[in-house]
């Protein structure tokens, strides 16, 4: 036998989606995996001689790393001997400033980090990013790919990206040849939709940071690490290999951060029957230690494998959070897709979103998801304006800023022509007018003409390995008249000089400005501190282009009104005959001329005096004017009408069938959703008014019923009501009208 | 950091690096890279607000200034797991120290060297 409800259930996207029980001698195990070890620490003459357990013969590449390089050894005795709640709590504490659990954690090995999280809720957990993330201002990055690795519509998408103020845009490829290219298109692009943007394009190690020697990109965070030794080699690296990486990029000016999340050692079948949790923290250690000055984490591409387990999102929660106790700058993860349920993939996000991190998202598809190389994109740029609407109904800052139609048009064909111009420059294959103007209005790449594949990769392997350089790109561009486009990109190279954007958790604000966890420290220490979002900022994250003033929809409602059809003739007088009163909001048929449904006012009325009519039943019309409320309108009306029997009616349209010995609060038929209501209902309703009137057996009225009418129109209702109840005389007495 | 303080690897200063020299050729590729004295200033002011590591690497940053771009990522290969001998490893920190005046950096190679002996994964001679 099968419930239709589980039937139902069972088709729900969430069921899509898999879920396990642990199983932690293979790392299938979010938190506290029996085979995790307790946090201990041995130091002798300055040497870690045991950590979590293990003796300094039995460390593994991870352990003698994080031992000799993340740990501060100064304070490590009085970390490890501080009870983990004590800390947990001091993260909690918003008198405990972000600084002082800094320099105490610093001292912490991974099973203490994990130790100390792990007397955390989800909620305290977010009170924790709130006051730990590195930098005040919160941010966000967004992923800029295409199947077809067009490079006018990179260019265009990139300048888009910016416009919306994505603070950093990462490309990668689905043919990796194709990486110069790509790098080069959305680093046009970028600096076409503001100056400052920073840029990556995620491919293997060697191209990736030969592209930044070329000043092509701006950052990288490719360097992936992983929790146990097995992993690490697997990877191609070792804690070494990747310190030394990391120093590479910063020679060069480069930004970086590496990137680790839960669940990749399981993934790569080397667990080690540690849990998730616990690994990761190790791969932050690391990250620490090789002086990184961030990472990319929250399990990230392996996000779906900590969700099939009971406590995961708490989990990849913990993880952003140790990496914020170990002053990284954190971009954390909302990359990959998480869900299917849209439910579950947004109560994820707002781990993240309601505290703010350094980049909320590590890759917002700010393209369809049908063109995300990354293999996924969680959210993409049909959900924008789901993000603006989330900014504007929290208050919260999600480093998006609402961008109007044009603005985006005129953006995106110049970041087109812009790159169309360089490749003129430089040689490559032509970018030709369709390929732009495809490129301003393209919804995927599904828009885009196909190109010469390859004459594309000849190019870009010119451009890898040939002396062109972001040189040749700025000249170029200023030689074609994009001047503006030109500087910007200068001076990302001029800030490579300076180096201030490799301090922890840089961005450029507006005109370069760095914002760093140097120059804008996040202070947060309880209400009223840390990043507020307000004044402009404000103002500019709630202009909606969907907003409407509500002022104009009133005015709206005033004109091109004939008022003549419906005439007073005098008080309204108590009736003694079998009749049906029906009695008229203050607004019906004068300042108001038709219902929420669109209904125009004369032909409602005389839809009614039809009902009432085809049942031979004579009908009187009123004027209410001391009340705009449907019911007591409909009750004032059964107070004059002969039958005792009467018919209120707003001018929104909500309409009532009332008699008189009835408590105003009652009737005999209510019709509340007024904009499901058609001429026939109407009819109906007159029609069965007359019927009660005269004593006859009725069958309500069936009505329409839509739960979504409310969602819909609730705006427009209370505006018709205002209007409504701005005209009512309390003092005025009921008038009998006639039409005309 | 105060933009009149900085040079380029190259010697040049912030002010140079404008459109106009770049339009008349003045400027090549090695005059945007950052200084190794740029990188150890950062670095002091990393560590000055706590951040040790991040500090200890922009000042092996600083020593890499000086390297090009080729034997930069030699080195990485180099120290990938299973490329090396121990010997070339220490040869490598050897010659890091001594010739490239990359001190900081020849002790994380050598470093690696003692720990992948440890842990075999170091090349077979």
Not at chain 1, 181 to 203: D, E, F, H, W, Y
Not at chain 1, 388 to 402: N, S
Not at chain 1, 589 to 594: E, T, V
């Given at each position: 036998m099968r419930s239709k409800r589980f039937e139902k259930l069972a088709e729900r996207p969430i069921n899509r989606e898999t879920f396990?029980?642990?199983?932690?001698?293979?790392?299938?195990?979010?938190?506290?995996?029996?085979?995790?070890?307790?946090?201990?620490?041995?130091?002798?003459?300055?040497?870690?001689?045991?950590?979590?357990?293990?003796?300094?013969?039995?460390?593994?590449?991870?352990?003698?790393?994080?031992?000799?390089?993340?740990?501060?050894?100064?304070?490590?005795?009085?970390?490890?001997?501080?009870?983990?709640?004590?800390?947990?709590?001091?993260?909690?504490?918003?008198?405990?400033?972000?600084?002082?659990?800094?320099?105490?954690?610093s001292g912490c090995t991974p099973a203490k980090l994990v130790d100390i999280v792990q007397q955390m809720s989800v909620l305290e957990m977010m009170m924790g990013l709130a006051k730990m993330r590195a930098r005040r201002t919160p941010a966000n990055q967004a992923h800029v790919t295409n199947r077809k690795e067009h490079p006018a519509l990179l260019a265009a998408d990139a300048a888009e990206a910016a416009l919306r103020g994505f603070a950093e845009v990462e490309t990668t490829v689905g043919v990796a040849r194709y990486a110069?290219?790509?790098?080069?298109?959305?680093?046009?692009?970028?600096?076409?939709?503001?100056?400052?943007?920073?840029?990556?394009?995620?491919?293997?190690?060697?191209?990736?940071?030969?592209?930044?020697?070329?000043g092509l990109t701006s950052y990288s965070e490719t360097l992936s690490v992983y929790g146990t030794e097995d992993t690490f080699i697997d990877g191609d690296d070792t804690p070494w290999s990747k310190a030394f990486l990391g120093a590479a990029y910063a020679s060069r000016g480069v930004k970086t951060r590496y990137t680790s999340g839960t669940g990749a050692a399981a993934l790569m079948g080397h667990s080690e029957g540690k849990s998730m949790l616990y690994l990761e923290a190790r791969c932050l250690l690391v990250t620490r230690g090789a002086g990184s000055q961030g990472t990319q984490n929250g399990s990230i591409s392996c996000i779906a494998l900590p969700e099939s387990l009971p406590g995961g999102v708490r989990g990849v929660l913990a993880e952003n959070l140790i990496a914020m106790m170990l002053g990284l700058e954190v971009a954390s993860g909302n990359d990959a897709l998480a869900s299917h349920s849209e439910m579950r993939k947004s109560a994820k996000l707002m781990l993240q979103f309601i505290p703010g991190t350094d980049f909320i998202t590590s890759g917002y598809g700010a393209i369809p998801r049908y063109d995300n190389m990354f293999g996924g994109g969680n959210f993409d740029v049909t959900?924008?304006?789901?993000?603006?609407?989330?900014?504007?109904?929290?208050?919260?800052?999600?480093?998006?800023?609402?961008?109007?139609?044009e603005e985006v048009l005129r953006v995106r064909e110049r970041g087109a022509r812009a790159i169309q111009a360089v490749f003129d420059a430089l040689g490559f294959p032509p970018i030709?007018?369709?390929?732009?103007?495809?490129?301003?209005?393209?919804?995927?790449?599904?828009?885009?003409?196909?190109?010469?594949?390859?004459a594309d990769i000849e190019a870009a392997q010119r451009l890898l390995d040939g002396p062109l350089t972001a040189i040749e790109v700025i000249r170029a561009l200023e030689e074609a008249g994009f001047h503006d486009v030109a500087s910007n990109i200068l001076e990302m190279q001029r800030q490579?000089?300076?180096?201030?954007?490799?301090?922890?958790?840089?961005?450029?604000?507006?005109?370069?400005?760095?914002?760093?966890?140097?120059?804008?420290?996040?202070?947060?220490?309880?209400?009223?501190?840390?990043?507020?979002?307000?004044?402009?900022?404000?103002?500019?994250?709630?202009?909606?282009?969907?907003?409407?003033?509500?002022?104009?929809?009133?005015?709206?409602?005033?004109?091109?009104?004939?008022?003549?059809?419906?005439?007073?003739?005098?008080?309204?007088?108590?009736?003694?005959?079998?009749?049906?009163?029906?009695?008229?909001?203050?607004?019906?048929?004068?300042?108001?001329?038709?219902?929420?449904?669109?209904?125009?006012?004369?032909?409602?009325?005389?839809?009614?005096?039809?009902?009432?009519?085809?049942?031979?039943?004579?009908?009187?019309?009123?004027?209410?004017?001391?009340?705009?409320?449907?019911?007591?309108?409909?009750?004032a009306g059964a107070q004059l009408s002969g039958s005792g029997v009467a018919i209120?009616?707003?001018?929104?349209?909500?309409?009532?069938?009332?008699?008189?010995?009835?408590?105003?609060?009652?009737?005999?038929?209510?019709?509340?959703?007024?904009?499901?209501?058609?001429?026939?209902?109407?009819?109906?309703?007159?029609?069965?008014?007359?019927?009660?009137?005269?004593?006859?057996?009725?069958?309500?009225?069936?009505?329409?019923?839509?739960?979504?009418v409310r969602l819909r129109l609730i705006v427009q209702t209370t505006l018709l009501h205002l209007r409504e109840t701005q005209q009512i005389r309390r003092d005025r007495p009921p008038t009998e009208l006639c039409l005309s | 950091m105060p933009s009149h303080t900085i040079h380029t690897a190259s010697g040049r200063t912030l002010d140079e690096l404008n459109l106009k020299a770049l339009l008349a050729d003045e400027l090549t590729a090695e005059d945007f890279r950052i200084s190794g004295e740029t990188l150890r200033r950062q670095a002091d002011t990393a560590e000055a607000a706590g951040y040790r590591q991040l500090a200890e690497n922009l000042r092996r940053a600083a020593e890499l200034t000086g390297i090009s771009n080729q034997e930069v990522l030699d080195i990485y290969n180099a120290l990938r797991p299973n490329r090396s001998t121990y010997n070339e490893l220490i040869a490598l920190a050897d010659r890091l120290e001594n010739d490239l005046a990359a001190p900081l950096t020849a002790a994380l190679v050598r470093e690696a060297a003692e720990v992948y002996q440890v842990r075999r994964i170091l090349r077979n001679p």
């Open positions: 396990i029980q642990p199983w932690p001698e293979v790392g299938l195990i979010a938190l506290d995996s029996p085979l995790d070890p307790s946090p201990s620490l041995k130091i002798e003459d300055g040497v870690v001689v045991e950590m979590d357990g293990v003796r300094r013969e039995e460390f593994d590449l991870i352990d003698h790393f994080i031992a000799r390089h993340a740990l501060n050894l100064d304070v490590a005795e009085r970390a490890m001997n501080t009870p983990s709640r004590e800390i947990a709590r001091m993260l909690v504490d918003i008198n405990v400033p972000r600084a002082a659990v800094l320099e105490l954690v110069p290219l790509n790098a080069l298109a959305i680093l046009v692009g970028s600096q076409t939709g503001r100056g400052g943007v920073l840029t990556q394009c995620a491919v293997e190690e060697a191209v990736n940071l030969r592209l930044g020697f070329k959900e924008l304006d789901d993000w603006y609407v989330l900014q504007r109904d929290m208050q919260v800052d999600g480093g998006l800023v609402p961008v109007r139609e030709t007018e369709a390929e732009v103007e495809a490129a301003v209005t393209a919804y995927s790449s599904e828009d885009m003409p196909d190109r010469d594949k390859v490579r000089v300076i180096g201030d954007y490799l301090q922890p958790a840089a961005i450029f604000g507006d005109n370069f400005q760095v914002l760093s966890a140097l120059t804008d420290p996040n202070d947060y220490q309880g209400p009223g501190t840390g990043y507020r979002l307000e004044g402009g900022r404000w103002s500019a994250l709630q202009n909606l282009p969907q907003a409407w003033d509500p002022r104009t929809y009133l005015e709206s409602l005033g004109a091109a009104r004939d008022r003549t059809w419906l005439k007073e003739i005098g008080p309204a007088k108590r009736g003694d005959q079998p009749e049906v009163v029906i009695a008229l909001g203050p607004a019906f048929g004068a300042q108001i001329d038709r219902t929420i449904g669109g209904l125009d006012h004369r032909d409602v009325l005389s839809a009614i005096l039809q009902g009432i009519q085809d049942e031979g039943v004579p009908a009187r019309v009123v004027r209410i004017y001391h009340t705009s409320d449907c019911a007591f309108i409909g009750y209120g009616i707003q001018s929104k349209g909500t309409t009532v069938i009332h008699r008189r010995d009835l408590a105003p609060l009652d009737n005999l038929e209510l019709f509340s959703q007024s904009p499901n209501l058609d001429l026939d209902t109407y009819r109906q309703i007159g029609r069965n008014a007359a019927r009660y009137a005269t004593g006859q057996p009725t069958t309500p009225v069936p009505v329409k019923i839509d739960n979504t | -």
